[in-house]
């Protein structure tokens, strides 16, 4: 295939007009950096002007790694950020893009191979489950299968074929992209999912998870009811909720003036329909398109969570790179005198080599209790929809469920029990008397959950600084607890008795854990911490037999019932003995655990009170830290969830 000049056909959902495609050419430019993207900032423009497009791949997640951090790794065999820097852009209709080759037909010499065959597929999943998943390194994983092929007598003409029937067959979409890089490669999606678009002064991500799969043999009817049937499901929305939670821990470091969760919503594609939310934010005032960006990398529903430890696991299980999926295919552009930033996830989409052989990677959310055969039958679906552009046209039937009333029902249900704090526009929160101004030090436990804590104690008035855990020694960190009014000991992955050095994670913790107590100063602890305290405390720490990874629960907190979000694979044992024995001046249990504790100048939780799971996380949070201000001054605390002073509860 000979050489030609770059260009891109992209439909986007948040600019393009309905009928229309847009068309971009300019030289192409490869990067090892986003920071290298060429950038226009110094010339604004009231007119809509494109200035880039990229490829991101995968490992640039690497970005995200802080120094003394394992996390964010990615595998890389030489790929880099492929941009075009734009020269011209055009608007064209439809008709007049198809008019401009003529369409032919697309088939394959063979059959399609995969890297993993099924019976390997399952056992992966199978082993995430048990020794990933169950031992406390994350909540859910996403390790895809590759599927190859190769096109008979590929050329120009047949990547724009394809990516005429995509733009025929397939609807629902965020993205539908053909890319040719000049060289005879070319990327062609159609991906469902916005990564992360920034415009008019709003940050926008779009959490999907829970995938209804169409039959096609079935009536629209007989369809809307298994749809019902899924809606009601608690693993799909346990799903969603989890995503949800990790793209919120993004939003929280890069919208610190807050933002809300619009939703649930369905996205109907032509042989799947999804469920997502969709968060929007103000992005934080100053800071830049790339940097926020990079805060945003990459889609827990592409990867898992917590985003940085589910990258090491993924690493672990996938020899191979995952080249340009999972990624963002990225635009930036300037309007009404301001830059943009508009990126899709680079999912459903097809990496072809000028030879015709092409490649597609295509993966299932693992959860505790995911069932090995059903995530591969998903996959099996994706892949169909996805190579729908490779076979004859058709066009499939649209359920229109957004206009079932009884469909809506179903799905707006699932918020019944989920914090209004974050299915509100946080700007009405006031700070609280009693933490206005207070000085707050966060350790980081390589779990950002830890920013949506930040984020609701910015909302009470606190005034909060953030350190990784591996910084405990440093002057910086040890100044700053010390001058600090109350400190958190956050979550984090991971099993809390690991013993083995004391300058792993985990015995940093132990060692943050231990200062506080031996300093008395005032703190809080959430699950990976709650678990360090109840340890150093003496308690049992035990390995549960099912993972409470994104599980709500009911539970009586200090005679107050309460819904909240777990994310945990150990707990501490509860034993009444020892509580009797301990500094602890009240305790609340939950079944066998250790729910929550209370101390002189500390108070702890299991679960999370930060998380969409917690339907009063904020007040829990806000009456946690009123409780321990005033033990520590020697105040009386107030009943209820606040706890009672000098009362064990066994």
């Known amino acids: 295939m000979p050489e030609m000049e770059p260009y891109v056909f992209v439909q986007t959902l948040a600019g393009a007009a309905e009928g229309t495609v847009l068309k971009l050419t300019g030289p192409l430019s490869h990067h090892d950096k986003l920071a290298d993207i060429p950038r226009q900032t110094a010339t604004k423009s009231a007119a809509l002007v494109y200035d880039t497009f990229s490829m991101v791949p995968f490992s640039t997640m690497r970005e995200r790694c802080a120094g003394g951090s394992t996390l964010y790794q990615a595998h890389n065999e030489g790929e880099q950020i492929i941009t075009m820097n734009i020269a011209e852009s055009t608007v064209m209709k439809l008709d007049d893009?198809?008019?401009?080759?003529?369409?032919?037909?697309?088939?394959?010499?063979?059959?399609?191979?995969?890297?993993?065959?099924?019976?390997?597929?399952?056992?992966?999943?199978?082993?995430?489950?048990?020794?990933?998943?169950?031992?406390?390194e994350g909540s859910s994983f996403v390790t895809p299968r590759k599927c190859m092929g190769n096109i008979k007598n590929f050329d120009d003409v047949t990547a724009k074929s394809i990516f005429r029937r995509l733009l025929l067959n397939e609807y629902g979409c965020y993205?539908?992209?053909?890319?040719?890089?000049?060289?005879?490669?070319?990327?062609?999606?159609?991906?469902?999912?916005?990564?992360?678009?920034?415009?008019?002064?709003?940050?926008?991500?779009?959490?999907?998870?829970?995938?209804?799969?169409?039959?096609h043999k079935l009536s629209n009817e007989q369809n809307i009811e298994l749809l019902k049937k899924f809606l009601g499901d608690k693993k799909e929305t346990q799903e969603l909720f989890m995503v949800t939670d990790e793209e919120l821990k993004m939003?929280?470091?890069?919208?610190?003036?807050?933002?809300?969760?619009?939703?649930?919503?369905?996205?109907?594609?032509?042989?799947?329909?999804?469920?997502?939310?969709?968060?929007?934010?103000?992005?934080?005032d100053g800071e830049d398109l790339i940097d926020l960006l990079r805060k945003s990398m990459f889609a827990p529903?592409?990867?898992?969570?917590?985003?940085?430890?589910?990258?090491k696991v993924v690493a672990k299980y996938e020899k191979g790179t995952r080249s340009y999926y999972s990624s963002c295919a990225l635009l930036i552009g300037r309007e009404h005198n301001e830059e943009f930033l508009d990126s899709s996830i680079?999912?459903?989409?097809?990496?072809?080599?000028?030879?015709?052989?092409?490649?597609?990677?295509?993966?299932?959310?693992?959860?505790?209790?995911?069932?090995?055969?059903?995530?591969?039958?998903?996959?099996?679906?994706?892949?169909?929809?996805a190579l729908t552009s490779l076979q004859m046209d058709r066009q499939f039937t649209t359920y229109n469920c957004e206009q079932d009333k009884a469909v809506l029902d179903c799905l707006y249900a699932r918020n019944a029990n989920t914090s209004q704090f974050w299915m509100q526009d946080q700007h009405s929160?006031?700070?609280?008397?009693?933490l206005a101004g207070k000085k707050v030090v966060m350790s980081n436990n390589e779990d950002d959950f830890i920013f949506m804590l930040r984020h609701l104690l910015f909302k009470m008035g606190c005034e909060v600084e953030v350190f990784n855990f591996f910084e405990i020694d440093t002057p910086k960190m040890q100044k700053a607890i010390a001058e600090a009014d109350l400190c958190v000991v956050g979550p984090g992955p991971g099993d809390p008795t690991d013993t083995a050095r004391e300058d792993s994670k985990m015995g940093l913790v132990r060692k943050y854990v231990k200062q506080l107590l031996d300093?008395?100063?005032?703190?809080?602890?959430?699950?990976?911490?709650?678990?360090?305290?109840?340890?150093?405390?003496?308690?049992?720490?035990?390995?549960?037999?099912?993972?409470?990874?994104?599980?709500?629960?009911?539970?009586?907190?200090?005679?107050?019932?309460?819904?909240?979000?777990?994310?945990?694979?150990?707990?501490?044992?509860h034993n009444a003995d020892k509580v009797a024995a301990s500094p602890?001046?009240?305790?609340?249990?939950?079944?066998?655990?250790?729910?929550?504790?209370?101390?002189?100048?500390?108070?702890?939780?299991?679960?999370?009170?930060?998380?969409?799971?917690?339907?009063?996380?904020f007040d829990i949070v806000r009456d946690a830290l009123l409780y321990v201000v005033r033990a520590s001054a020697g105040k009386r605390p107030l009943n209820g969830a606040n706890g009672t002073p000098n009362k064990k509860r066994a």
């Open 301 to 311: 529903t592409v990867i898992g969570s917590p985003v940085g430890n589910a990258c």
């Open 584 to 617: 602890l001046t009240s305790v609340s249990t939950h079944n066998d655990d250790m729910l929550s504790t209370r101390g002189p100048h500390w108070t702890s939780f299991q679960f999370h009170p930060e998380s969409i799971l917690t339907v009063r996380g």
């Open 429 to 434: 929160f006031s700070a609280h008397p009693e």
């Open 175 to 215: 993205w539908k992209f053909l890319f040719c890089d000049g060289t005879g490669r070319y990327f062609i999606g159609a991906s469902p999912e916005r990564h992360l678009e920034i415009r008019n002064g709003k940050a926008l991500m779009n959490p999907i998870s829970g995938t209804f799969r169409k039959n």
């Open 519 to 573: 300093t008395k100063k005032p703190f809080m602890a959430v699950c990976l911490g709650h678990q360090v305290l109840s340890h150093h405390l003496g308690f049992e720490i035990v390995q549960k037999d099912v993972p409470t990874q994104g599980v709500q629960e009911k539970v009586n907190l200090y005679g107050e019932e309460f819904a909240v979000g777990f994310y945990n694979a150990f707990y501490a044992r």
């Open 346 to 385: 680079t999912i459903r989409t097809l990496e072809i080599e000028k030879t015709g052989a092409f490649s597609i990677r295509v993966g299932a959310t693992l959860v505790k209790d995911s069932v090995p055969n059903e995530e591969f039958q998903e996959c099996e679906a994706k892949v169909r929809g």
């Open 251 to 284: 939003m929280s470091t890069m919208c610190g003036l807050g933002g809300k969760i619009i939703g649930p919503l369905l996205k109907e594609m032509s042989h799947l329909i999804h469920t997502e939310y969709l968060l929007e934010g103000t992005p934080n």
């Open 97 to 136: 893009f198809y008019g401009t080759f003529n369409a032919q037909e697309v088939s394959m010499d063979d059959a399609m191979t995969y890297d993993h065959s099924q019976q390997e597929y399952e056992e992966i999943i199978r082993a995430i489950i048990s020794e990933e998943i169950g031992k406390g």
